[in-house]
């Protein structure tokens, strides 16, 4: 049992966050990672309507008496964002944990404060985790370069980024990016980190909400399938490698605006894609660690095969190393 303050702070069995997806954080795979003794995250923005995350999160908690989060992302958008909205239902709902993640969350962290909510905000840079720690968030979890989705425009790596983190900081740090096994957690709690975040490991489960067709494309991936988009615009994102994403490091390479963009990247393509299973039909987001996954197993397994083997990682190698 890895007891760290982490989570003791969420009130959670085991030191793992399922990070939010977008499309494919809903009640089932947040349920699943929550019913296994780890921290289940929603992500807020899937829902168009902040009434449709309602009745989302009231799936959840029938499905789930453990503790859940809701992500909160405060990025650039193609369409208009009812922020308030979408805090009003958080808060009446009675969620207990919400992950905020972009830009700086300071317009909603006053209200969710005030209503007793722990507050985890991820992000990029040691100096946007002090302004975070600062503003009164609860922990921080901090995404190095190999992760999915926006790994910021600084690129360092997570082995640099953790411990220069968790020595800035007095609240917890959670290691985001590039987690997909026990190896990944022993190595982020020997850096100082008191849990782990991953996405990319839990997009590639049975519960996930991804058609079996992109689950299976997925597995042929390896550690080096993976490229940044939009870095031009200053909203770098990490994608996997394929004809359509090439097309669009191309077009933005020859100084593509936004605009023309938006039909190949638009979030509605990925939704299509991840729902008919539709093979680059859209853009998909993935971390490195997509080399490190060969299997689509159930979230509890996941999660269990993680622990054990970490605690026989700590019990077994590392102390035959010191012993010797």
Partial sequence: MLKTRMTELLNIEHPIMQGGMMWISRAELTA???NAGGLGAMTALTFPDPKDLALEIRKTRRMTKNTFAVNVTLLPSFREIDY?????VIIGEGVPVVETAGNNPERVIGRLKAAGIKIVHKCTTVRHARKAEALGCDLVSIDGYECAGHPGEDDVGGLVLIPAAVRALKIPVIASG???DAKGLVAALAL?????NMGTRFLLTKE???HRNVKDWLLTFTERDTL???????NTERVVRTPRS???????RRGATIGDLRPFISGLKGQEMIEQGVLDGGIMSAGQCIGLIDDIPAVEEVIGRMIREAEEIVHGRLVKLVGR
Avoid: H, N, Q, W
């Fill in 32 to 34: 699943a990672v929550s």
């Fill in 84 to 88: 308030d909205g979408y805090i009003d």
């Fill in 178 to 180: 590039g987690i997909a």
């Fill in 192 to 196: 100082g980190a008191e849990g782990v």
């Fill in 208 to 210: 996930a909400p991804v």
């Fill in 228 to 234: 940044l988009l939009l870095r031009a615009y200053r």
């Fill in 246 to 252: 090439e097309k669009v490091l191309e077009m933005e």
